[in-house]
């Protein structure tokens, strides 16, 4: 009489049928779309034109997967975008994948998540569906290539590099895009544009150097926190440039309260650091001046008390030494590839660091009172590319005094 199974091997063969049984249900229920039309997809996406060809972009969500592919592979980390290029030139043109997202998945890689034990030629099927909705290259010259890219998550706003090359040039595009369930960038966008403030444009750069000193030095209030960045440039080439850099879109109530001109920051991002710490903010308004037709914002960069090593992520007092993330934030966006020029104006005032000012909320900073101005523009730029504006001699006193005591 053979003995009875225990009850572990029991619970584990109903575990091992349990799991097979929904592991073959998946497999069987997949299915390739029957309608792969692209058509809501294309009515949000953004497009761009430079040197005769034009690419549209569109971040694709959970619902778009599902339609499209026949699952939500968003749930797995992977984020699809839909991009189109048409090639109006006489080259033919790649686009380079590695350009977009050094980390980008292939086809047959997102196909695999997909698959399910000893259904081989569903599994088939996926990596064909996959294969074939993917963009491919090359793009001939005069025709067009619509498909889409598995790149990882980027959760708010979506920057996508595409990098179109021939054997005589490389035709560069940064798009800012919307990513579903996000914070809406193009929103921002919109607002800013149909701002009904007046604005002055300025030609001339000395002319523009006096209305800067003008600006507010301080957000308002009795003891404003300082203002440390000018930034010009449309908000898109900023962004562009700060998301390369590691920052996203992050707008809190803390934010909120901060003013100038008498509203609230037009634009927040942050730069998060390990365990999700958040290590440094930037808020920005627009002023009412602009550059040969370019945007102006006047902004404050900053960090928390303990940066990466607060306690706890809503600890928001500033950190005492603003100048050092001022000069971070400049030497990271060197490294952008959107930076055009920087300048140095030194119109706040300083505040020595034996006599801090203390702000309402008990924290307080010390500064040279120097702000830096920055130019953006549309990459590609290098670091060699960026031009330093004869104004502030902030450097060449930088470098003075190191020769006395090392500087930061």
Request: with cysteine; net charge neutral; hydrophobic share 40%.
């Amino acid at each position: 009489m053979s003995r009875p199974a225990s009850t572990w091997a029991l619970l584990r063969r109903a575990t091992v049928l349990t799991v097979l049984t929904v592991t073959l249900a998946g497999c069987a229920t997949w299915q390739a779309p029957a309608d792969t039309s692209d058509t809501a997809i294309r009515a949000r996406a953004l497009t761009q034109s430079s040197r005769g060809a034009e690419v549209s972009a569109a971040v694709m969500g959970a619902e778009d997967s599902k339609r499209l592919l026949g699952a939500d592979v968003t749930a797995n980390g992977v984020q699809p975008v839909w991009v189109e290029v048409r090639n109006g030139t006489d080259e033919v043109l790649w686009m380079l994948r590695s350009g977009t997202d050094p980390d980008y998945f292939s086809p047959l890689e997102v196909a695999w998540y997909m698959h399910s034990t000893m259904r081989g030629e569903t599994n088939d099927r996926i990596d064909e569906h996959l294969d074939r909705m993917a963009f491919a290259n090359p793009i001939p010259p005069g025709q067009t290539r619509t498909g889409l890219i598995y790149t990882t998550p980027q959760p708010t706003i979506k920057l996508l590099k595409v990098d179109l090359w021939s054997n005589r040039k490389l035709i560069p595009f940064s798009l800012v895009l919307d990513v579903p369930g996000g914070q809406g960038f193009r929103t921002v966008q919109k607002l800013l544009d149909e701002a009904d403030y007046p604005v002055t444009d300025y030609t001339d750069l000395a002319a523009f150097r006096v209305a800067l000193e003008h600006l507010p030095n301080t957000t308002s209030g009795e003891g404003g926190e300082p203002l440390n960045l000018v930034l010009i440039g449309s908000l898109e080439d900023i962004a562009a440039a700060t998301v390369r850099r590691g920052y996203r879109r992050d707008t809190r109530d803390i934010d909120l309260a901060r003013k100038v001109f008498g509203r609230s920051p037009d634009y927040v991002s942050r730069k998060r650091a390990q365990a999700d710490a958040s290590s440094i903010w930037m808020r920005a308004w627009r002023a009412p001046v602009s550059y040969q037709g370019k945007p102006v914002f006047v902004a404050q960069v900053a960090r928390p008390v303990g940066g990466r090593f607060a306690e706890d992520d809503a600890v928001t007092r500033l950190h005492p030494d603003v100048d050092e993330i001022r000069n971070i934030f400049v030497q990271s966006n060197m490294y952008s590839g959107g930076l055009e020029a920087v300048g140095f104006l030194a119109p706040v005032g300083a505040v020595p660091r034996d006599r801090p000012r203390t702000l309402a909320d008990g924290a307080s900073y010390y500064t040279d009172g120097v702000r830096a101005v920055m130019f953006y523009t549309v990459r590609p730029l290098t670091f060699a590319n960026v031009t330093f504006l004869d104004w502030e001699p902030f450097l060449e006193r930088v470098e003075s005094a190191a020769r006395s005591e090392p500087i930061k």
